[in-house]
């Protein structure tokens, strides 16, 4: 073989490793675009997750706070409204007034906190155990309830629904989450139909998150089964 020929075959055997290295490296780079992708959508998925335990966060802040103003101030623990320090506007004054003979009879607890005026209803008055569904006989207090936040109030309502730490699964309520949630719902839609505007309100099921009275003894329980109706101020 003479050196034209030598030349010749190792300058096509140079250019066809060029062809494959290029091939090789155009077949990986989907690779590239692929993992950019990947990274951007874990960024945002990780942003999203930030924002959420944030909103959280703030939302557990305020809760604790009422608990706070309430340890502090003494309220919901007499028959009468406590009010607390700071000589709330007459509006508060007057609803207090307004619901203190139902908190009288002990259908109703009444505490005056820092963000407005926290009604609370035992769940035995108004639900079957593990049910959303309102008894014949908790139709007397709400109609009260509502009549006197329907005329005297145009403030924002806060329904939420609370229950006690023992576990629930059921064909309708997977949790106690969705158990408090529908109890909320329920007596949200009751105010709604008595003339209640319903922008004024939402519902929030809050499970066994913020108990009363802290333990596992029957009565502890029995408290903390309640829905909680905070007029805000």
Known sequence: MNTYSVNKRLASDNAGDRKGDDAEEQSGRWLISYADLVTT????????????LAKNRELEIKMLERREVKAVT????????????????????????????????????????????????NAKILFNSGDARLLPESFGVLNQVAEVLRDHSKNNILVEGHTDSVPISTAKYESNWELSSARAGVVVRFFADKGIEAHRMAAIGRADNFPLIIGDAAAARAANRRVTILVEY
Request: hydrophobic residues 55%; proline residues 7%.
């Open 74 to 121: 003494g309220t919901g623990s007499a028959n009468a409204p406590v009010v607390a320090p700071g000589a709330p506007d007459a509006a508060r004054t007057q609803l207090l007034s307004l619901l203190a003979p139902l908190q009288d009879k002990r259908q109703i607890t009444i505490s005056n906190v820092a963000q407005g005026v926290e009604i609370a209803i």
């Open 41 to 52: 959508l874990m960024v945002l998925f990780l942003a999203l997750y930030a924002l959420q």
